[in-house]
């Protein structure tokens, strides 16, 4: 699995347990979390798929609500006090491996002392919480996942997007996808530093985009530029007379369009740092083909609440045969550009 386990009292807090995987997975990917409601398979034997899940999983959520700890079984007794309560086993089992066990605060709770937990559970107590709040949800998730190991397998395409069916058609292109982007990924070169300018201030020289070159003499001379593949983790931080929100590019994914047009598709997170609430759309962005500008060719409109962050895709449709390729970021009069 190498991934998220989420550990969670039904009765407790399952409606929190179940938003934050939605999110979790989005980011991740599905496979990357195991939440059992929805990750053990019908027919699986749901002890061993448990078993497996906790001991392979990077990162443990202890999920506690304002019943975590006084839950009780049919005969009265508390759950903390049986060995085989399934949450008392999978937390005991992280700590012992001595894995990343966040304890996550929901619904008001607080961790119990050590004098409410077993013995083998007294760790988690030591443990530094998380708390998510229903007013300010994505933006403490979004710390939540600041918190995880920074080598927490990624999925660099988009993660929404089903790449696989049964059938053998579907099997075909998934080849031949994940092969063009094994050659996007390895021919790209790292970007170079992101400028924000202000007003008064001028950016400096964007590198080219220099595309690989075919192997005939002809093609030599007149080769164009092929799709170009944005290196993920790119941000720069930008504000207003309003707020001041960080932008940050999570993937990118190249598709043909037509024979003289492919579409860029960029997933961009926006951060509101601020206490106002904030527009994120097309117009933030701006993509300079050759340096000229373009406008985004999608439909994004949203807003950003006040300490909250949400993400978004920018579509570009660019000409095949571009040489240089600049992401503007657009707030104010700020502007921040991201080489590609």
């Known amino acids: 699995m190498n991934g998220i386990f989420i550990s969670y009292r039904r009765e407790d807090s399952v409606g929190w347990a179940g938003r934050l995987a939605e999110t979790l997975k989005r980011r991740f990917g599905p496979e990357s979390i195991f939440m059992d409601i929805d990750t053990v398979k019908p027919g699986t034997d749901f002890t061993e798929a448990l078993q ?74 030591h443990r530094q919480v998380h708390e998510l709040t229903d007013k300010r949800w994505n933006y403490d998730v979004e710390q939540l996942i600041n918190t995880f190991p920074a080598d927490l397998p990624r999925p660099w395409l988009f993660p929404s997007m089903q790449l696989w069916q049964s059938t053998p ?113 097309d117009s933030n962005f701006r993509l300079l083909v050759d340096n000229v500008p373009r406008a985004p060719t999608g439909n994004l409109n949203d807003l950003v609440d006040a300490h909250s962050a949400k993400e978004g895709t920018i579509v570009f449709a660019v000409p095949i045969n571009a040489t240089r390729l600049v992401l503007q970021v657009l707030m104010g009069e700020e502007t921040a550009t991201f080489p590609l």
């Not at 009265?76 to 605060?105: H, M, S």
Request: charged share 20%.
């Open 52 to 125: 497996h899940a906790v001991s392979s999983c990077e990162v443990l959520l202890a999920m506690i609500g304002p019943g975590w700890a006084t839950a009780v079984d049919k005969s009265g007794t508390p759950r903390l006090e049986d060995p085989n309560d399934w949450v008392r086993v999978e937390i005991a089992a992280a700590l012992k491996r001595k894995i990343l066990v966040i304890p996550v605060l929901v619904g008001g709770a607080s961790v119990p002392s050590m004098d409410f937990l077993p013995d083998e559970l007294d760790p988690l107590a």
């Open 169 to 281: 058609v579907m099997i075909g292109a998934l080849v031949i996808a994940v092969t063009l982007s094994v050659w996007m990924f390895t021919s790209v070169y790292s970007p170079g530093p992101i400028q924000v300018d202000t007003p008064n201030t001028t950016s400096s020289s964007t590198p080219d985009v220099s595309p690989p070159q075919e192997t005939s003499a002809n093609a030599e001379q007149s080769a164009a530029p092929q799709p170009t593949h944005l290196r993920a983790g790119q941000e720069a931080r930008l504000k207003d007379h309003v707020t001041s929100c960080v932008y940050k590019v999570l993937a990118a994914q190249v598709e043909r369009s037509r024979s003289d047009l492919f579409l860029l598709r960029m997933i961009v997170r926006v951060t509101n740092e601020g206490s106002m609430t904030t527009n994120f759309g």
